[in-house]
């Protein structure tokens, strides 16, 4: 595999100059941190204050969804490594506007140790109320009757959404906590995976899979999914997941969803289009209302090839919260679009 990169161990921290070297109005560094970003105009005093993180390697997520209406700032690790709770800290107290600060990121064990530790970090050297939301679901993962305890993947883009436009009617940090976790409890992910990324600094992919195979369930790092087989059309892997994630959220005729369908990396968006056209031709037959459709990459796993599909389960505060603009260099969404 070919790569336009310099010294692969420095992959992280030039991808952390060249973002914020491209939005200089936008984001900057925190102060003595180069792990991280945050809004330009951070902190946002009256406001409670998003901070999200994980391992890089997931563009857009975590960096590009800082901006309005979304997270205040963000720590990054290493590709597919948790952030230091040291780089959480910092990133927290620089966006803290005086009304406290949500934890928004996937649930994977590194970044839940760290984001533990740097919220009584916080909470007992500067006094700042912390509330934690971690996302959680990948529906291959684990069963609905648990889903606290799967992995978050793609999803976290709704929870981006709903968590920041709440947080822009400064209202208190445990209104905001409660909308999102709301938002989490009520969405469901399962992707396909075609191929492996490559971690820029082993040059390897991180796992094998022949050029006829596709994996139904994958994990965005690699995880094992639920089934291995020959590839599939389109229309038939996406009823197979269609109706894994309508059965997940006890869809019926009526509810209202938001709908993403989202490129791991090195997929065509002709291919995501031809799988949203699946996805609303299946959904409609039930008589399942699509309220929004998102299609693109929201959040990647390097090169890797293959999407996934998100449902959200809405109901009426959580579409106003969908509704309303938001404003990052990766992600924009304009008043009554």
Not at 59 to 68: A, E, N, Q, S, T
Not at 75 to 97: L, Q, R
Not at 98 to 113: A, C, I, N
Not at 302 to 314: E, F, P, Y
Request: glycine share 10%.
């Amino acid at each position: 595999m070919k790569k336009i990169i310099n010294d692969p161990m420095a992959f992280v921290d030039e991808t952390l100059e060249g973002i914020v070297y491209a939005y200089p109005k936008q984001l900057r560094f925190p102060s003595d941190e180069k792990k991280g970003i945050v809004r330009a105009d951070a902190p946002v005093k009256g406001k409670v204050a998003i901070a999200t993180g994980g391992g890089s390697g997931h563009l857009p997520v975590f960096l590009g969804y800082v901006g309005k209406g979304l997270a205040d700032g963000s720590s990054v690790g290493n590709v597919f490594t948790s952030p230091s709770a040291d780089a959480m800290v910092n990133v927290a107290k620089e966006i803290h506007g005086g009304e406290g600060v949500l934890f928004l990121y996937g649930h994977y064990f590194g970044d839940k140790m760290n984001f533990d530790l740097a919220a009584e970090m916080l909470e007992e050297e500067d006094g700042i109320s912390v509330k934690t939301v971690r996302v959680s679901d990948d529906a291959a993962s684990a069963p609905r009757d648990s889903w606290q305890n799967r992995r978050g993947v793609a999803g976290i883009f709704f929870a981006y959404k709903i968590a920041g436009a709440c947080a822009e009617t400064m209202v208190p940090l445990e209104k905001v906590k409660e909308v999102t976790e709301r938002a989490v409890s009520k969405m469901a992910t399962m992707g396909v995976a075609l191929s492996s990324c490559i971690i820029p600094a082993s040059g390897n992919p991180t796992f094998d899979i022949e050029e006829d195979e596709m994996e139904i369930g994958m994990g965005i790092h690699g995880e094992p999914g639920i089934r291995r087989s020959k590839l599939k059309p389109a229309a038939e892997i996406v009823q197979e997941i269609v109706q894994y994630l309508s059965e997940d959220l006890t869809l019926s005729s009526g509810d209202e969803v938001a709908m993403l369908v989202n490129g791991s990396g090195s997929t065509p968006l002709e291919e995501l289009y031809i799988v949203n056209r699946e996805v609303h031709i299946l959904l409609s037959k039930q008589n399942i209302k699509i309220y929004r459709t998102y299609v693109g990459e929201y959040a990647t796993s390097l090169d890797m090839a293959g999407c996934s599909i998100t449902l959200l389960k809405l109901d009426s505060e959580l579409k106003g919260y969908l509704d309303a603009p938001a404003d990052s260099p990766f992600f924009k969404q304009f008043e009554g679009v």
